[in-house]
């Protein structure tokens, strides 16, 4: 199955295209308002390199949110555009599951942070063994004090944390001063490729939306609530 990913949540977008998970080829976008010029060139260009036409791709992993108003906006239009022509299921994924997807290899809570709006951070936590990553709030937004809250409760015995992200960034002393390790720069960036791994992981088109309900994912409230089990 051909799959496309489009991420335009944070400051620097990506595109991905793959069929299976080892064989993924990425593409950066562009910084800011640059996104909204350059995403839909920046997919056919990257259509051409793989050999590609618009028509072959059967499958949009779409990042929507939480994040950039505008990017968020600019990246839910082009999947719709390109999902319409074959009525193509749109998997939404959440920006900060992207993020997260970045530490796999980081045993413990991965908690991604992301600036919101005044001091508030858009936050995400998951825990990575060795053969799972899987999710233990659903994202929410809050201060500080609200993410170090949720970590302690969620957090098992001497369990290791790490955070990073544009709101880690910000917050990196108060985030050491209590005890939460930062992760480096390179974490903060969100990546197309692992929308599309993660599109393949879910397998089934059910699970996807409709091409036609796709719409960004905006956390305007502070508020958390536990992840729902899977049954």
């Known amino acids: 199955m051909k799959y496309i990913g489009i991420e335009t949540s944070g400051a620097l977008g990506s595109v991905a295209v793959g069929e299976t998970a080892d064989e993924i080829s990425e593409q950066v976008v562009g910084k800011g308002g640059a996104q909204g010029r350059m995403l839909i060139p920046t997919i056919d260009a990257l259509l051409s390199t793989v050999g590609w036409q618009r028509q072959q791709i059967q ?3 779409l990042s929507v949110g939480p994040g950039s108003f505008t990017g968020l906006r600019v990246g839910v239009a082009a999947a719709k555009a390109l999902a319409y022509p074959g009525k193509l299921p749109i998997y939404e994924i959440s920006s900060l599951e992207v993020l997260a997807r970045n530490a796999e290899v980081s045993a413990g809570l991965v908690c991604p942070l992301v600036n919101a709006f005044s001091d508030l951070l858009y936050c995400g936590i ?3 063994t060795s ?8 994202d929410f937004t809050g201060a500080l004090p609200d993410v170090l809250k949720q970590i302690k ?6 369990e290791a944390v790490l955070t990073f992200g544009s709101g880690a960034r910000q917050q990196e002393q108060a985030l050491q001063q209590a005890g939460i390790d930062v992760g480096s720069a390179e974490l903060d960036l969100a990546g197309a490729g692992h929308l599309v791994r993660i599109a393949m ?15 960004p994912r905006y956390l305007h409230q502070p508020e958390y609530k536990t992840a729902k089990k899977p049954k």
């Open 59 to 61: 499958a949009v992993a």
């Open 131 to 138: 053969d799972r990553i899987e999710r233990c709030v659903e």
């Open 201 to 215: 992981a879910t397998g089934d088109p059910a699970s996807a939306s409709d091409w036609s309900q796709a719409a």
């Open 153 to 158: 409760k969620t957090r098992k015995s001497s």
């Open 126 to 128: 998951w825990r990575v």
